[in-house]
């Protein structure tokens, strides 16, 4: 946290954390490129919910819960 700052943290747990810009360099960035969080739901580690724009306005959504992740492409297999 100290090294991306407090003001641009959103969301983390024990593995993973969820950043405004992108800022860590060599670790994993969730958020595609194009893409910024619009918004953010996170009711405990590793169970939390994002809705994404790109500059056209296209939302995507992202659902994690504890190593299941549901979006449209993991949706349209069921």
């Known amino acids: 946290m100290k090294m991306v700052g407090a003001e641009n943290l959103i969301y983390c ?4 954390i969820q950043l405004k810009e992108e800022a860590l360099g060599q670790m994993t960035n969730e958020v595609p490129r194009g893409w910024k969080i619009s918004e953010i739901v996170a009711i405990a580690p590793n169970i939390y919910s994002s ?13 994690k819960a504890k190593g299941i992740t549901l979006n449209y492409e993991t949706f349209e297999k069921t």
């Open 51 to 63: 809705k994404m724009l790109n500059e056209n306005d296209e939302e995507k959504h992202v659902c």
């Open 13 to 16: 747990d024990t593995d993973s």
